[in-house]
């Protein structure tokens, strides 16, 4: 398969990369790093304005229509800046919850707001460590009122709203529409706390239901963020090359650029060549989103593997090409290694989504 973007959409993301590069510099990334601000508030409004939050959400529910490509090619940029808002929470997982299992009312209700920015979602699944698994689920739905807890839950101390994983009356996992409003909150210290990372506590709160899915519903919208996300990773991955690309050839040590030792030379290509991999495996992911393919789920588990380990790789490896200053606070990498850090743990660990893959094309080849 020749996949490409189309020159629209190609339009869309140097746009996106030029306006992230003005309004998102590394000095608004420390801000929220620093503690200054949970999240770049006005950039999101200005995000929310272009329309980016809504690019995959259907006009008639007050998205931009853009489709899930156009999605995937803001998601790269947005990696790309390490941009510290709830984008990921609001549009991958939160809108994704609401658009492919919610009635027409939820949809009606949520997604116009959500696509304004005037909402911000997260995703409620995690109850501590542990991968998403229906075994690891305890919070529960008894008479709509929800009890539990979960954490940690990125961006649940800034959402309005969470789409929780509970348990419902019938025994089995499901998705629920959470109004935070009066839900206690407790920030938490991550590795990354350019995003916001809270625990929620449930004590009867009343909840909505978004259909009746059961494990497969959650694990449909994991299927679609993850292909999501993984664009974002290799915005991230692409930004640590060309960061580490630009240092070995200004950098000097013996009157060479440090760009022309063979150890520097063979860190650059094997980042290169993770990269490429997995932005690969994310146009294919695109497509299949794009298209409902039969093999999403497949896609899906490909393009996490290879753009978590592309990320980890490169923002690793650009530490270790800058040398001992790339260790420092004031140089830039640790943002992306943060990021890599905090991406990779986002919707499952790198070894769930190995397992989910061989489970996946064992499937395949036994059929």
Known sequence: MNFDF???LKQLR???RRFLAEQCTPAVVRRSLDGQETHAAALWREIAQMGWIGA???EEFGGAGLGYEGLCVLAEEMGRAVAPVPFGSTAYLAAEAILTAGSDAQRREYLPKLADGSLIGCFALSEGNGNP???AIHARVVGGRLTGSKWP???GGIADIAIVVAIDEHRQPGLFVADLKDVRRHDLQTLDPSRNHARLDFDG???QQLGSG???AVQRVLDRSAILFAFEQV?????CLQMAKDYAQERYAFGRPIGSFQAIKHKLADMYVALELARSNAYYGAWALSEDATDLSLAAATVRVSATEAFHLASKENIQTHGGIGFTWAVDCHLFYRRSKQLGLMIGSAPFWKNRLVDLLETRNAA
């Open 56 to 58: 995959a959400i259907p």
């Open 205 to 207: 709160l009343p909840v």
């Open 214 to 216: 059961g494990w497969g």
């Open 235 to 239: 915005g991230g991955a692409d930004a």
């Open 6 to 8: 189309s020159d629209d």
């Open 133 to 135: 698994e229906p075994s």
């Open 14 to 16: 140097d746009q996106a």
């Open 153 to 155: 839950v990125a961006d």
